[in-house]
């Protein structure tokens, strides 16, 4: 008759959520905006306000955590790169949000960074936690003081994400085509 237990209901953040694995994760370590001023991804708990680049906090609504491997590689921006105030370590299909030189926002995946700005392959000496965040839309988030990182929403795979992602030849052409200073 009556339900007694209502969080039979809720997202289960252990679960991992089938499609976000490749396209989100953080790093353990890596800094993220939030309401309480910035924290390390694995700070972050299910209600955490993170800041998004429209101005916005959004609350964290599910979170997958599990483990890079050692031996696993991973994508190396050197501090001031891309506008990281440190080191920023990234899972190769993890999406950034750079500026198209017509002004539009367009994701990339880390891995078409190698190369660029002394962004390199790294291969992991230990295992590394990684996070991924759930937000009921799709989000853009700052990690480590100015990258600007993709997260997926709820209602992702669903239809049409709201930022192009540039993949390819296409990819490489827009890096080709960056100021060396680019508008956040």
């Known amino acids: 008759m009556f339900m007694q237990d209502a969080t039979r209901f809720a997202?289960?953040?252990a679960t991992p959520i089938a499609g976000l694995a490749p396209l989100t994760g953080l790093t353990a370590g890596t800094l993220v905006e939030t309401s309480t001023g910035w924290m390390p991804a694995e700070s972050l708990r299910i209600?955490?306000?993170?800041?998004?680049?429209?101005?916005?906090?959004?609350?964290?609504?599910?979170?997958?955590r599990?483990?890079?491997?050692?031996?696993?590689?991973?994508v190396r921006l050197?501090?001031?790169?891309?506008?990281?105030?440190?080191?920023?370590?990234?899972?190769p299909d993890q999406d950034l949000v750079l500026d198209h030189p017509d002004g539009s926002?367009?994701?990339?995946?880390?891995?078409?960074?190698?190369g660029q700005r002394g962004a390199s392959l790294i291969r992991l000496a230990r295992a590394v936690e990684r996070v991924s965040p759930l937000f009921?839309?799709?989000?853009?988030?700052?990690?480590?003081s100015g990258t600007?990182?993709?997260?997926?929403?709820?209602?992702?795979?669903?239809g049409a994400a709201f930022l192009d992602r540039c993949e390819g030849a296409e990819a490489l052409a827009l890096l080709a085509g960056l100021p060396l200073e680019w508008a956040a």
């Open 78 to 91: 050197p501090g001031g790169s891309f506008d990281n105030c440190s080191p920023l370590d990234l899972l």
């Open 11 to 13: 997202l289960d953040a």
């Open 105 to 114: 926002p367009v994701r990339i995946a880390a891995r078409m960074l190698v």
């Open 136 to 144: 009921a839309e799709e989000e853009v988030i700052w990690t480590n």
């Open 47 to 64: 209600g955490t306000g993170v800041y998004t680049v429209d101005g916005g906090q959004r609350p964290v609504l599910a979170l997958t």
């Open 148 to 158: 600007r990182i993709w997260c997926a929403g709820v209602a992702t795979g669903r």
């Open 66 to 74: 599990d483990v890079v491997p050692a031996g696993s590689l991973l």
